[in-house]
């Protein structure tokens, strides 16, 4: 059974500050892997799309990886920002017939001005 | 950019009621997911839908069902709700396009109080 990790739960950084947020899943059979993020009380917004055949994706000041093969993702966030806090889930395809998503329980990360 | 909207935000209901929750998008997507979201448990599936009229149970269908009669509309129905169905129910799309698996986009979620 697949399951995806995020550690840690939390994170507070200060402005300014090169991060990286962490994932890792259980089976590397698979699809996809998606990372969100999310505001309090909010639905989720797409950040980055990595495909099984990518290693890497970029928008902006996100670089997400994937290392398949380890079971592993990061989501590399440079020069943070207050804006930039929130919470970030990343979630893996693991059926190509169902297209269901697993989700980590996410980071929530605070970037203090 | 892809849209996808959810009939309310907050929505109050009495243990009992029938309630429905509706999600439209608006990109011709195929597929379409509604998911609950609580504290300490993360998102879990509870239906999905890959074409009109047709539907797939997810992790937690018990106490729920669907519709679909219209390709961008998705409807959730809880046909007595309780109170441990309290939860941000987050409805959720994406394009079919054979091999290719694409990114899912999510409405901005409804906030459910069943007292």
């Known amino acids: 059974k697949q399951e995806v990790t995020q550690i840690p739960a939390a994170l507070s950084v200060p402005e300014g500050e090169n991060l990286v947020l962490n994932c890792s899943f259980t089976?590397?059979?698979?699809?996809?892997l998606q990372w969100f993020r999310q505001d309090p009380g909010k639905g989720l917004t797409s950040l980055l799309l990595?495909?099984?055949?990518?290693r890497e994706q970029t928008s902006g000041r996100l670089n997400a990886s994937l290392d398949k093969s380890s079971g592993r993702s990061t989501l590399y966030i440079a020069a943070s920002q207050p804006g930039d806090s929130a919470t970030y889930l990343c979630a893996v395809l693991a059926s190509s017939n169902t297209g269901k998503l697993i989700f980590g329980q996410g980071t929530t990360l605070q970037v203090k001005p | 950019d892809v849209k996808v909207t959810q009939s309310s935000r907050y929505l109050v209901k009495r243990t009992g009621e029938k309630v429905f929750l509706e999600c439209v998008q608006d990109m011709d997507h195929e597929n379409m997911f509604w998911y609950r979201q609580d504290p300490g448990l993360g998102l879990r599936l509870i239906y999905f839908?890959?074409?009109?009229?047709?539907?797939e149970k997810g992790d937690i269908p018990e106490g729920y069902s669907v519709s679909r009669e219209k390709k961008e509309r998705f409807s959730l129905i809880l046909e007595s709700a309780s109170t441990n169905q309290t939860s941000m129910y987050l409805c959720?799309?994406?394009?079919?396009?054979?091999?290719?698996?694409?990114?899912?986009?999510f409405g901005p979620g409804t906030r459910l109080t069943v007292l």
């Open positions: 089976d590397s059979a698979i699809y996809n």
């Open positions: 839908s890959y074409d009109v009229k047709m539907k």
């Open positions: 990595i495909q099984s055949s990518q």
């Open positions: 959720a799309s994406s394009l079919d396009s054979g091999r290719v698996y694409n990114e899912q986009f």
